[in-house]
């Protein structure tokens, strides 16, 4: 059974099309990377996806068309990282880690004990112990963003949706947290689907990768027949070199010779 099966949809913001008839299916398991320029609609299709915004086409989550999802079991089944979540003002890191078990706690009700480890062990797993106390608009951006997905992991869904999952993280927190995901992926069987600028991070850790552009499917497949040069210069107008890594194909970026020395 698929994760997600979107088909044909279309997302129309502010009287603009912003996805115009686009096709995308995940297999439970599967990590897909969305890919595009600027304004290519992948933040969008991630949010209709996740329910949060309206769209018309079909979306069906492990075989359920998600508008007949009763809103607590979608939150069950598909937990998401926005780009800039909406913080609420003075909240430490452990109550608001905590909020990710909030489809698991019943109405006027209180988190269990279950729930308090399951915050935890998500703290611990990103190394964010030391936080739990701290507010969270006292925290670097990277660490901020550790805590977001720390949020979405208590969540204990089985979809999760990354928008930019690295964009303020150094080197060796990307990898942390791109390896931190890529385990619960191979232990729990969750899948992923990203948005990803860095082309070269996000070959190496998706099996698969749809190319957005202009709010339609410009290219999907393996992330050797999405990554090519051709593809690149056509829908990003970037000149890159395309080589062979270990886990996938990297990008490298090449300065115009026109403006090098
Ligand atoms: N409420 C809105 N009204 C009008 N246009 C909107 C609205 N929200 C988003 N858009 C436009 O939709 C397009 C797609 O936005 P989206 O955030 O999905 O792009 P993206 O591919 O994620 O871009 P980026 O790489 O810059 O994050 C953009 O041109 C954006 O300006």
New binding site residues.
């Given amino acids: 059974m698929s994760a997600v099966e979107a088909l044909d949809v279309r997302v129309t913001?502010?009287g603009?099309t912003?996805l115009d008839g686009v096709d995308l299916t995940v297999a439970a398991g599967e990590w897909v990377a969305v890919i595009?320029?600027?304004?290519?609609?992948?933040?969008?299709?991630l949010r209709a996806v996740g329910g949060l915004l309206p769209f018309m086409g079909s979306i069906s989550l492990f075989g359920t068309p998600a508008d007949r999802l009763p809103r607590r079991q979608r939150a069950r089944l598909v937990a998401t990282v926005a780009?800039a979540p909406v913080v609420p003002a003075g909240m430490a890191v452990f109550d608001y880690v905590l909020l990710g078990r909030t489809p698991y706690v019943p109405p006027l009700g209180r988190e269990s004990a279950a729930d308090l480890a399951a915050a935890g062990e998500v703290l611990d797993r990103l190394d964010l112990r030391r936080f739990a106390g701290r507010q969270l608009a006292t925290l670097s951006g990277g660490e901020r963003q550790r805590v977001f997905l720390a949020r979405a992991l208590a969540q204990g869904a089985p979809l999760l949706l990354l928008d930019?999952p690295t964009t303020a993280l150094d080197i060796g927190h990307q990898q942390e947290v791109l390896d931190l995901v890529d385990e619960l992926r191979r232990d729990r069987g969750l899948t992923v689907l990203a948005?990803m600028?860095d082309l070269s991070i996000a070959g190496e850790y998706a099996d698969r990768m749809v190319l957005?552009a202009s709010g339609r499917v410009a290219a999907s497949g393996a992330p050797r027949d999405v990554l090519t040069e051709e593809l690149l210069a056509a829908h990003y107008g970037a000149r890159v070199r395309v080589i062979d890594g270990d886990h996938g194909p990297l990008v490298v970026p090449v300065r115009s010779t026109a403006s090098g020395a």
Avoid: F, R, W
């Fill in positions: 913001l502010g603009a912003i595009g320029p600027n304004g290519a609609g992948k933040s969008t299709m780009q930019e948005t600028h957005l």
